[in-house]
Each structure stands twice: as C-alpha cells, then as structure tokens.
C-alpha cells in the first residue's frame, strides 16, 4: 500500500514539474517573439549618428528607432506624427513640413511609414542635420541627410536597421509615382545619375 502511495506522489510530482517546464518554455518564446531588444536587432551603418540624431532637439518626441516595439500600430504613429504614404490628407503635413525646413536649411526630422502587400510596417526616419563645422555667421549652411531605414518588421525583408547619409535630397515624379530620392551630389537626374542613391516611395497616382 505504501508502495502504491509513493508511485502515486511521484508521478503527480513529474505532472507538475512536465507543465511547469512546458509554461516556461512558452513564456520564454512569447518573450523571444513579442519583444525586442538593441541586441537583438542588427544595425548596418554609424551607430554615431544614430545617437547625434535621436539625440538632438529635432528627435523630440519621437521613440529612438533602435527601441520600438515590434507592434508597431498606428496608435504610435498617431503620437510620433509620422508620415503616412497610404493616407496622405491626414499625415502630408508632416512630410511637407520637414522638407520646408530642409529647403530653408534648417535642422529636419521626419518619420515615414509605409505598409508592405501583407500589412508589414516598414519605417523610415529622415533627418537634416548641419555639419559641426557650420560658420552660421556668414550664410554657411551645408548639412548632411541621414536615412534610417528599419525592415525588422517586414515579414520578407532584410531583418535589419540600416544607416546611410547623403549630400542632398529631392523629390521627384516618376512613372507615376512621386519619389523622395537622397542622393550624393548637387544634382540628380534618374536617367544619367551613377552614384549613391536612396529612393522612397511617397505617394503613388
């Protein structure tokens, strides 16, 4: 009868051990799935200017790339004032505000998001930035373009945040399509420009 009274507890204690193992197991993959941390996420390009631009005044009031969540829905871009390419009536303002400053030649910050076929954000966070050695007294305001692209989200895309910089910056029309083009440069002509480029769609017609 004992005997019988061990097995019992023993094999009601393996019960309890087997689902407690098979809880933490799936609370450890919903961690792995849901959240993401900066070591989780590869970064191509200066971590250096990463830090200059979401440090700086321009960022303000915009979650650092590197430290978003991995829903990213629209309740944030709502609060962040992002640029939206597929509604353009209720979030252009954003966009033709930043390049308002940028035609000025003043410090620009704007956050693009556009939507891949299956729903997947893909953000973009362009800024201007004046170069250090600015001598702002005499009129002298060169500056640099700094393209963030983050494709972590995007089911079929790169899994990476991507940093790049660019003398200049325009946008133009292009198989009916209108086109934000970052480009090395004081000139940019899509048929007969060679060099670095990066282009982003912004409005569609």
Known sequence: MKK??????????????????????????????????????????????????????????????????????????????????????????????????YQGKEEAFVRIVNYTDEGDPIIHDIAFLLDSTNDRTNGNKAGRIYVIEDTTRDHYGSKLIRVSDYDSLTVMKKDGMTLLVAFNGSEYKADEYSGDSFTLPIQGE
């Open 4 to 101: 019988q009274k061990i097995f019992l507890i023993a094999i009601t204690l393996a019960g309890v051990l087997f689902l407690s193992a098979c809880a933490s197991k799936g609370e450890q993959e919903s961690v792995g799935e849901n959240d993401r941390t900066t070591e989780q996420v590869t970064i191509q390009g200066s971590i250096s200017d990463m830090d200059r631009i979401y440090g700086s005044v321009i960022a303000r009031g915009v979650e650092d790339i590197r430290n978003l969540p991995n829903e990213y829905g629209t309740d944030r871009t709502k609060v962040e004032n992002c640029f939206i390419s597929e509604i353009q009536s209720k979030t252009y303002s954003y966009f033709s505000g930043f390049m308002d400053k």
